[in-house]
């Protein structure tokens, strides 16, 4: 199932949601929680708008690290599951 449009509703979004939910389990393999290690912190970078004024965005990242253990990869695979087809 996928969303997109302007003519979804709530209970279309509950049922996608709900239709995730045996490829979750197996990729979480019946654990609640996925436990990552934050390693990298950087801040948004400054951008410009068309008419030269400079725009901050003033938002501090956190995020894992450059190796990948286990749980970050169970964490791309849970976070990267539908995107494609939102």
């Known amino acids: 199932m996928?969303?997109?449009?302007?003519?979804n509703s709530v209970q279309d979004a509950l049922a996608m949601l709900d239709s995730l939910r045996p490829q979750l389990?197996?990729?979480?393999?019946?654990?609640r929680a996925v436990q990552v290690k934050l390693q990298t912190m950087d801040i948004l970078k400054t951008k410009?708008?068309?008419n030269s004024e400079e725009v901050?965005?003033?938002?501090?990242?956190l995020g894992p690290g450059p190796f990948e253990d286990d749980e970050t990869l169970r964490l791309r695979?849970?976070?990267?599951?539908?995107?494609?087809?939102?």
């Open 25 to 31: 389990q197996a990729v979480l393999d019946q654990s």
């Open 56 to 61: 901050e965005a003033h938002v501090l990242y």
């Open 77 to 86: 695979r849970v976070c990267g599951m539908e995107l494609s087809k939102v």
């Open 2 to 7: 996928t969303l997109g449009g302007e003519n």
């Open 48 to 50: 410009k708008r068309s």
